[in-house]
């Protein structure tokens, strides 16, 4: 079932046609299809390329460049189902729009070459038949090791040596010896994913009034897209819903009324270790789990998943950014939970916004797709009130909870004592939750013990040697860390500088470490964990912390920006922002954006259930405008002030920018192509480039950076004119020149 546009497509036969392959070109090479082939676009095949073999996709009509007896065949078309049109449009605009080569995009979706080579049949393990249990041989021995690996096969389900020595916890020499002795017998497996059926016909819980509602409408938008096969299924609807309204419960109903219909659908999240609580809910409603699509996936995983995708035999993906350029065959309906979510961004390689590119997709694809979340951009925002995008508003939470109230504690007039950082206001405050058995989260966006480390004699700052940042402290792993390169090093004894003692080094200001310090000292009666990034790194971990919590075995959450995302705790009651002023100080486009929301998501954590919540924010600058649109609660008032502000100063999503960054060893070098490009800068009404400029962070990872940004008019196309631009520099070898188009980050 492909949806839409279904102009059949043409075939080659004996004739040349052009093959893109996952490489960093420009564009595709043309090949001869033999007279044994015939071809389409979209098709998977291999093509010589020098003296190796590749795979690629064909992608068109040939160019033409080469003359018949130059081209070389295609060596044959692979056993996989084509590749749909609207991925290929898809690739196609994400190159051109960020600038990027055609086939580095192609390669996102090809990320898994091992999926293009046949299914293996590979060798598992179950008992032997004969086993008896008391087995007295001294060679047959049942070792522990032994006992712990038949105890794994006790389920009836074979395993590869490799996994179940990884569940047994042996060595997979253990299983063969015990195959070699006839402990265990051998048996040849398909891989395959367990996947149960979906069961869209399974009835959610009963929904409100209100979610009723927006349900219908999404539904509707939905069906009509599928019973309609000329063009008209795209729209782009804004769930905007406060927090704890039922986003989920609502959008979980246009997946079932899209599943119905036999499409598939993808979700995209901003981050897939926070979604423990979705997949029991989605578990709850549809009786299984979805695909999922993340960086803890083994090698075999994302093999099956990728190929579960393109066969069509996956239903529902759940993923980060990546998903969006999985092989789908029948895409029919995209979610995006949180869509404001900076983690949508992608900065290194191919630079893009997956949810920006996942409205182009649903174009292409001629289906809807959803943005949810309770602080829209400011860009979806502008989309609604243009009228390009359609909103659905959930004002309530579900079940009559309150929203939290907000209020901020004005640390000018707090006493606080040197090397502390909650103030007496706010323990009075965590006391009160405590005494009545309810739980309190501390945010604090800074992991670890201490930003700073510095000498007490001589002032010397602890610094990353290959970036322009300090070594953030770890107590917990006794090391100073660089956060932007992974830079560590043991907790020095002694200054490096000037070789004063251990007690002239100093750790200044708060992580959540320190805090946690602070919180285990005045709350010694009470449990606290630490919810951060790199406590949170597995799906698994994070599943645990989040089961405790749940469990209540938690007091106190101490922790950075991943606890403002998507938890629900019914027995949390209180949120303390050690530092609210943090973000405000930023100084990017988007900090006062970014601090709202996550500001805002974070007090929604508080009073989501039957009790009523209270966030309290610890601020230096209570009458910035900021704070002020927090505690009055006026979010769109908020969005209507930053709106105006951007338009007045020319900023997105009034205007486009395109960072131009410029990095390598060699300062020099760098700062001449910085320079050459900057001389080189394109000009005309409705256009501006400020820099090149040392970028802030100066250095990353032992390279030199300078910075170009480009603002241009939104009627400006701003990829021709950066790509001529480009064009007139000349990039030595060790330079490497970055285009970022939207860029989030300025550093
Ligand atoms: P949001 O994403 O808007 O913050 P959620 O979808 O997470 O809100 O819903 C908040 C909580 O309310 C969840 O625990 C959810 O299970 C519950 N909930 C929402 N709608 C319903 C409903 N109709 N019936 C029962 N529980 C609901
Ligand atoms: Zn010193
Ligand atoms: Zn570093």
Request: proline share 5%; charged share 25%.
């Amino acid at each position: 079932m492909v949806a839409s546009h279904t102009t059949p497509l043409r075939v080659y036969k004996n004739e040349s046609v052009s093959v893109l392959l996952p490489l960093p070109l420009a564009g595709p090479y043309d090949y001869f299809v033999p007279p044994n082939l015939a071809v389409s676009a979209g098709d998977f095949v291999s093509i010589p390329l020098g003296r190796r073999e590749i795979k690629g996709v064909v992608w068109g009509n040939s160019k033409g460049e080469l003359e018949r007896k130059k081209l070389r065949n295609i060596n044959g078309l692979l056993d996989i189902p084509r590749m749909s049109n609207d991925l290929r449009l898809l690739i196609e605009w994400t190159a051109s729009y960020t600038l990027s080569p055609l086939g580095a995009v192609l390669r996102m979706s090809m990320s898994v070459p091992s999926a293009l080579e046949p299914p293996r049949r590979r060798t598992g393990f179950l008992p032997a038949a004969n086993l008896n249990s008391g087995q007295t041989d001294s060679r047959n021995r049942l070792t522990n090791a032994r006992s712990r690996v038949l105890s794994v096969l006790k389920d009836g389900c074979p395993r590869i040596a490799a996994d179940l020595g990884r569940e047994a916890g042996v060595n997979s020499s253990v299983i063969r010896k015990m195959s070699d002795i006839g402990l265990l017998r051998k048996i040849a497996i398909e891989d395959e994913l367990n996947m149960d059926p979906i069961d869209e016909s399974l009835k959610g819980p009963v929904l409100s009034d209100l979610q009723t509602n927006a349900a219908s409408i999404l539904v509707k938008r939905v069906q009509r897209s599928n019973e309609n096969n000329n063009k008209k299924g795209f729209s782009v609807t804004l769930l905007d819903g406060v927090t704890g309204s039922g986003k989920t419960e609502v959008y979980f109903e246009s997946i079932a009324a899209t599943l119905a219909a036999g499409f598939q659908v993808l979700v995209l999240v901003p981050e897939i270790a926070l979604t423990v609580q979705w997949l029991q809910r989605f578990q709850e409603r549809f009786g299984t789990r979805p695909l999922e699509w993340h960086s803890d996936l083994t090698g075999l995983e994302r093999r099956l998943t990728w190929r579960a995708i393109i066969s069509d035999k996956a239903r529902v993906l759940v993923g980060a950014r990546s998903a969006l350029f999985l092989p789908f065959r029948s895409l029919g309906l995209i979610v995006i939970d949180e869509e404001h979510d900076g983690s949508f961004k992608q900065e290194e390689g191919v630079s893009y916004n997956a949810r920006d590119m996942a409205v182009v997709r649903a174009r292409f694809g001629d289906f809807p797709i959803v943005l949810s979340s309770a602080t829209p951009s400011l860009e979806t925002f502008t989309n609604v009130k243009m009228g390009r995008y359609k909103r659905i508003a959930l004002p309530k939470r579900f079940g009559g909870a309150i929203l939290p109230e907000i209020q901020t504690i004005d640390m000018r007039l707090e006493k606080m004592s040197g090397g502390t950082w909650l103030s007496p206001c706010l323990k009075r405050a965590m006391k009160e939750a405590l005494k009545d058995g309810e739980q309190v989260m501390l945010f604090l966006n800074r992991r670890g013990y201490a930003p700073l480390t510095l000498c007490r004699q001589c002032g010397h700052r602890f610094k990353c040697p290959n970036c322009t940042s300090w070594l953030v402290e770890h107590k917990l792993q006794h090391t100073l860390c660089c956060h932007h390169c992974g830079y560590s090093m043991i907790v020095p004894k002694i200054c490096s500088e000037c070789g004063a003692p251990s007690d002239s080094l100093v750790s200044c200001g708060p992580g959540v470490e320190r805090v946690a310090e602070e919180v285990a000292e005045y709350f010694s009666e009470a449990q606290y964990e630490i919810m951060a990034s790199d406590t949170m790194q597995s799906l698994k971990a994070s599943k645990k912390l989040v089961r405790r919590v749940q469990a209540c075995e938690v007091d106190i959450l101490i922790g950075t920006q991943v606890m403002a995302k998507g938890h629900h705790f019914p027995n949390l009651t209180l949120v303390g922002v050690v530092d609210a002023d943090l973000g405000l100080s930023g100084g990017d486009l988007r900090a006062a954006e970014r601090t709202f929301q996550l500001l805002y998501q974070l007090s929604g954590r508080a009073g989501r259930a039957q009790r009523s919540g209270k966030a309290l924010l610890q601020t230096f600058q209570p009458e910035d405008p900021v704070i002020q649109a927090l505690i009055s609660g006026e979010r769109d008032k908020f969005l209507a002030l930053e709106a105006s502000a951007r338009k007045r100063h020319g900023m997105p999503p009034f205007s486009r920018l395109v960072a131009i960054i410029v990095s390598g060893k060699d300062f020099k070098r760098v700062e001449n192509v910085a320079r050459s490009l900057g001389r080189a800068s394109p000009s005309g009404t409705g256009l501006i480039v400020h820099g090149p400029a040392a970028a802030p962070l100066a250095v990353l990872r032992g390279r030199h950076r300078f910075r170009l940004l480009l603002r241009a008019d939104r009627k400006i196309n701003v990829q021709q004119k950066v790509r001529f631009w480009l064009s007139r520099v000349q990039i030595p070898s060790g330079v490497r020149v970055n285009v970022d188009v939207d860029p989030y980050r300025f550093l």
